[in-house]
């Protein structure tokens, strides 16, 4: 006795169901794999546009922390304002009559390009006699 027996012949009904996929299941399958590929391709446009306004902001906060020192040691700033930078000056009420005495200048420094980009530079200044 033949411990090996031949297996029963399959109806094309039955070897189609359990040898492949229907084409439902093929379209259902292309489906979400576009629609998972759509969702990773924005969020690697996203990504590359929030890298790119670090890297901005981070040059520009460098390009600032250059202008505050300068204005601070009452070296000249003119030669690093570009057309991309404001700068405004206005001398604070000290309360103070004294002639020969101090006071605090406020200097407003704006990127034009970028208005959330800005700071303030407050420098003790002594009055003209």
């Not at 006795?1 to 012949?9: E, T, V």
């Not at 990773?40 to 670090?54: F, I, M, P, Y």
């Not at 004294?98 to 200044?125: M, S």
């Amino acid at each position: 006795m033949s411990i090996l027996r031949p297996l029963p012949a399959r109806s094309r009904s039955t070897c189609r169901r359990a040898c492949g996929f229907a084409l439902i299941e093929v379209l259902i399958a292309a489906a979400i794999a576009a629609a998972v590929l759509v969702a990773c391709a924005n969020a690697l446009s996203s990504s590359v546009r929030s890298a790119k306004a670090v890297t901005e902001a981070h040059a520009a906060l460098r390009q600032a922390e250059t202008i505050a020192a300068r204005l601070k040691a009452g070296a000249p700033v003119d030669d690093l304002l570009d057309e991309d930078w404001t700068l405004t000056r206005t001398r604070l009420p000290s309360g103070n009559s004294n002639r020969g005495a101090t006071y605090l200048e406020d200097i407003h420094v704006i990127r034009d390009t970028n208005p959330k980009i800005e700071f303030h530079v407050y420098v003790v200044r002594k009055a003209a006699p």
